[in-house]
């Protein structure tokens, strides 16, 4: 039989909290005695613990989830893009990419490996890096509490992208007139890649969204315009701003900017005459595959043209 321990040995153990302790007690964590006379078998809290995460050990990565199973499985709130649970002890992230064209993103590090950067918690005024999940986030790596991210790109369906680590010291950046915190994700699983259509269809998405906007609102958002994406899937994908796409095309207005011709045709999707953007910083090539810089141009508008169809495979098979 194992030794029984207090209530200050078990946290220290378990790297909890007091707070994480009195929640799991009211959940039926195994105790004996009451008040500082508590004391707790090991085992019997190792096997309640497991039992309470199993239906997480369940969750299969790069499957799709609603929100009810996530709230189950995790014990969690069911609102909200950082949701701790105290019952399963962990803190649970959700990537929403369909609902603001300013969000996460990814990036490929010098290693190969894909990494998100996660944006904090907190929606009005400028984020507080110690407060409530930013603080449970930025202390992960030291105070036992496991990382689960979902990443969501369709409306309801959450898919499934298991644990992940901070990779780095977490920065500040301006997003909407507010600072916000940035928190670099490195992803545990290595040996599942999103879909290339799932990262095309979240692309035409937000280019629907950006091209509501007015020319002169999407002036504006360029300037401010955030690095591109970089995904590994199936081969490496650049999710490009699509503040700069639309208002590249906008300011066109149909006209290709390299032979000064109409565009050839009208696009099926949106009924506008049909142009490429082309980024003069050539996204592909093995001597760009970790450069920062290359990937930073996609997203600025003095790197993009609009191009009809001929002018713009021309430009990018020749690198020109």
């Given at each position: 039989?194992?030794?029984?321990?207090?209530?200050?040995?078990?946290?220290?153990?378990?790297?909890?909290?007091?707070?994480?302790?009195?929640?799991?007690?009211?959940?039926?964590?195994?105790?004996?005695?009451?008040?500082?006379?508590?004391?707790?078998?090991?085992?019997?809290?190792?096997?309640?613990?497991?039992?309470?995460?199993?239906?997480?050990?369940?969750?299969?990565?790069?499957?799709?989830?609603?929100?009810?199973?996530?709230?189950?499985?995790?014990?969690?709130?069911?609102?909200?893009?950082?949701?701790?649970?105290?019952?399963?002890?962990?803190?649970?992230?959700?990537?929403?990419?369909?609902?603001?064209?300013?969000?996460?993103?990814?990036?490929?590090?010098?290693?190969?490996?894909?990494?998100?950067?996660?944006?904090?918690m907190g929606t009005t005024g400028d984020q507080d890096l110690h407060a409530t999940q930013n603080k449970t986030l930025y202390e992960s790596n030291e105070n036992g509490v496991p990382v689960y991210l979902f990443e969501t790109f369709e409306p309801k369906q959450h898919i499934f992208r298991g644990k992940v680590t901070l990779a780095e010291t977490p920065y500040q950046e301006r997003q909407k007139d507010r600072k916000v915190w940035i928190f670099p994700?490195?992803?545990?699983?290595?040996?599942?890649?999103?879909?290339?259509?799932?990262?095309?269809?979240?692309?035409?998405?937000?280019?629907?969204?950006?091209?509501?906007?007015?020319?002169?609102?999407?002036?504006?958002?360029?300037?401010?315009?955030?690095?591109?994406?970089?995904?590994?899937?199936?081969?490496?994908?650049?999710?490009?701003?699509?503040?700069?796409?639309?208002?590249?095309?906008?300011?066109?207005?149909?006209?290709?900017?390299?032979?000064?011709?109409?565009?050839?045709?009208?696009?099926?999707?949106?009924?506008?005459?049909?142009?490429?953007?082309?980024?003069?910083?050539?996204?592909?090539?093995?001597?760009?595959?970790?450069?920062?810089?290359?990937?930073?141009?996609?997203?600025?508008?003095?790197?993009?043209?609009?191009?009809?169809?001929?002018?713009?495979?021309?430009?990018?098979?020749?690198?020109?």
């Amino acid at each position: 039989m194992s030794d029984l321990v207090d209530a200050q040995t078990l946290q220290q153990i378990l790297h909890i909290s007091q707070h994480t302790r009195n929640h799991m007690e009211k959940k039926g964590l195994p105790v004996t005695g009451s008040g500082q006379a508590k004391q707790y078998n090991i085992e019997d809290v190792q096997t309640w613990i497991q039992a309470q995460r199993k239906r997480i050990e369940s969750l299969v990565i790069g499957n799709t989830y609603n929100n009810d199973e996530i709230t189950t499985a995790f014990q969690c709130s069911s609102q909200g893009g950082m949701r701790r649970s105290h019952t399963t002890n962990t803190l649970v992230l959700l990537s929403n990419h369909t609902t603001d064209i300013y969000e996460d993103r990814a990036i490929v590090n010098e290693s190969g490996e894909e990494m998100l950067l996660y944006t904090g918690m907190g929606t009005t005024g400028d984020q507080d890096l110690h407060a409530t999940q930013n603080k449970t986030l930025y202390e992960s790596n030291e105070n036992g509490v496991p990382v689960y991210l979902f990443e969501t790109f369709e409306p309801k369906q959450h898919i499934f992208r298991g644990k992940v680590t901070l990779a780095e010291t977490p920065y500040q950046e301006r997003q909407k007139d507010r600072k916000v915190w940035i928190f670099p994700l490195r992803f545990l699983n290595h040996n599942y890649a999103l879909s290339e259509i799932t990262i095309q269809y979240k692309q035409d998405v937000k280019e629907q969204q950006a091209r509501s906007l007015d020319i002169q609102t999407l002036r504006k958002r360029t300037e401010n315009a955030e690095a591109s994406s970089e995904r590994l899937t199936q081969t490496k994908s650049f999710d490009r701003n699509p503040y700069v796409t639309a208002y590249v095309k906008q300011h066109a207005e149909g006209i290709c900017e390299n032979c000064h011709q109409p565009a050839p045709f009208i696009s099926r999707k949106n009924q506008m005459p049909y142009l490429e953007v082309h980024h003069k910083v050539p996204p592909i090539g093995r001597w760009f595959r970790y450069n920062r810089k290359c990937i930073s141009d996609l997203s600025k508008l003095s790197s993009s043209s609009a191009l009809c169809y001929g002018s713009y495979n021309r430009r990018r098979w020749y690198f020109i």
